[in-house]
């Protein structure tokens, strides 16, 4: 019996689909299909990026790219993967190569802040969804131009940093929704001051990312691509020093515990004042001068914003009064743990709803291709707070700042740092 050949096709198709679906508990106790898998790229293998790694080498994760200019370093996260059960990931020194990858859904950029942005802009225009450690970008201008790239492309992103978000306790001081909802109600009144000082778990770090001055520079190790790792920032002699763990302490790179701790401390402070969308228009410090290249020492650090808000960090080094308090405005202050100098003012707020649930969960964000709890802007703020930060103790002097965070005003140097060239061929 001869079949009309479309017949045979339709029945032949049928018959193959028949043959490919496999019940999934033929395929054994936890097996994940590809198309519940979520891909990850790691870019950068040193410590930080243990947090992104590890609970994503097995179950419904799986890392299939890492790269690192430091082929020791990289050699270590592979093996690590291989071990945990997470198999055999691409490795490549050029960052370009794994985020290119086709079943790449996420890119973790777990390098130095000079290459945040540049990672990150490249990884969003290929659609990638971006998970970016802190802070945002080096610099002002950096950041203003990745938030563009990454709202142009509507990729899901975040910034590691997760004090602003739903029952998170901010530091001893009390949950984050809570301290947001008190000031929110307008109980304290205003304008507010917040004082980030050395008290719970606030410390600034000063003495720790310092950098050295005047290293005499020694020969690059053969496992370590210096001219990739200094990348957009201006290329300077290799000293062990200026890199790995000890990079934050040089202003090429990084801009000492301002740019470790600042946006952990400054996003939730930038949530709770309700300052999303607007930025600080003068700044001024009490730091000793700063070496050209290495991060120096600070005590004080005062941003105000034009309604007269203002947020003053205090380092290790600054006189301490204990009984200053965490926020405090005309009506009331408010300390660690939620206590407030009038009780009654925290009863009163508590009359006021409780701000909006914030998504939480990255990973079901990047499945989903939605929004996370805050987004670009929101971290290009609070990075701008550390970057204002850094720039007036690296200057010394009172900056004048627009609050659209464009420039400053009658200050060419620093506008300058607001916006530096890129070295080579990279860009945002």
Known sequence: MRYPRRSFLRKAAVA????????????????????????????????????????????????????DVDAQHMQKKFDRIKLAGGGTPMMAEDFREVIALPDADVVHVCTPPHWHGVIAAMAARRGKAVWCEK????????????????????????????????????YGVGPAREIKRVVASGVLGGPLTVRLAPVGGIQWKVNLWTGKPDLKPEPVPAHLNWDMYCGPSPLIPYHPHRCHGSFRGYWNFDQGGLGDMGQHFLDPVQYFLGKDNESPVTVECDAPPQDAMACGVWKTVTMTYKDGTRIILESELAERNPENPFLEGPNGKLFAGMRCSRP??????????LPEYQEDDFDVCAREKRPFGYGVNEAFRSSTLVNLAALCVRLGRKLNFKSDASGFIGDDQANHLHSPALRSNWSI
Request: hydrophobic share 40%; proline share 7%; aromatic share 8%.
């Open 344 to 353: 009654e003012l925290l009863v009163k707020a508590a009359e006021f709803p």
């Open 16 to 67: 193959a689909l028949g043959f490919t679906i496999i019940p999934r508990h033929v395929l054994g106790r936890g097996f994940v299909p590809p198309s519940e898998t979520l891909n990850h790229v790691i870019v950068g293998c040193g410590g930080i990026s243990e947090m992104h790694s590890e609970p994503r080498m097995t179950g419904k994760n799986r890392i299939v790219g890492i790269c």
């Open 135 to 170: 802070p945002l970008t080096r610099t002002i201008g950096e950041g203003i131009a990745l938030s563009r790239v990454v709202q142009q492309t509507g990729v899901p992103f975040r910034v590691n940093t997760w004090f602003r978000l739903n029952r998170t306790n901010y």
